[in-house]
């Protein structure tokens, strides 16, 4: 079955782009094109996507307004938001991850790179760009005049649990994982799975999220 693409940008020479590149993929298809954020929230509901390329700036209501939508919506909780953006480093980019975004790309991104990119979200295996996301996270989570909403408590967790959220949010895979731990990939992938049903999240970008904001995640650190 092929993974569900939506685009959402308001330039339609883009959108072309995109979707000439996507539909010549033979496991990924091209199923709507958004200009607005208004649209593309309706289209993921009509078209049930499995993932939407979001562009931050657009008319009406724009990308960052558009995956809070799409996240805050329970029959949409299967929908991964992927972040386009033309500058990695745009302080709307960490907003948009803790809107519920699975990751981000600059639009400048090997073509190639994209296409691994829709697949790794469709799969929720792993966090884009690691290194690029955990330094801007750990940027903006350091910021003394930054709001946010206040970290989840971590109570629940077993000590294993904190363990392996600590390497997700080094940006490790489930298959890395399971090698520092020795455990199977599918014992770390329950893991992982586990820890996002406790904390209430619906992927591994919010759980690093979660591990800078509670300091068990610290700039230039790497877990124990």
């Not at 790179?113 to 690029?132: M, N, T």
Request: proline share 4%; charged share 25%; glycine share 6%.
């Amino acid at each position: 079955m092929s993974i569900r693409v939506l685009l959402a940008d308001d330039q339609a020479l883009v959108r072309t782009s995109f979707r000439m590149l996507i539909d010549s993929e033979p496991d990924l298809e091209v199923v709507g094109e958004a200009a607005t954020g208004e649209e593309a929230v309706a289209l993921a509901r009509g078209t049930r996507a499995d993932v939407v390329l979001m562009d931050i700036r657009m008319p009406d209501m724009d990308g960052l307004a558009a995956t809070r939508a799409i996240s805050a919506d329970e029959d949409l909780v299967g929908v991964r938001v992927l972040i386009l953006t033309t500058f990695e480093a745009d302080e709307h980019v960490f907003q948009a991850l803790r809107a519920g975004a699975s990751g981000f790309l600059g639009k400048s991104v090997e073509l190639s790179y994209l296409l691994d990119a829709i697949r790794l979200v469709a799969r929720g295996e792993a966090l884009l760009s690691p290194r690029a996301t955990r330094a801007l996270i750990a940027h903006y989570l350091t910021t003394p005049d930054r709001t946010s909403a206040p970290a989840p408590e971590l109570t629940t967790l077993t000590d294993r649990e904190r363990q392996v959220l600590d390497f997700v949010a080094a940006g490790l895979s489930n298959d890395a994982i399971a090698e520092q731990l020795h455990i199977s990939p599918a014992t770390a992938k329950t893991h992982v799975n586990r820890i996002m049903t406790k904390l209430g999240v619906r992927d591994r970008a919010q759980l690093v999220v979660i591990a800078y904001q509670t300091g068990r995640a610290r700039p230039g650190a790497r877990p124990a």
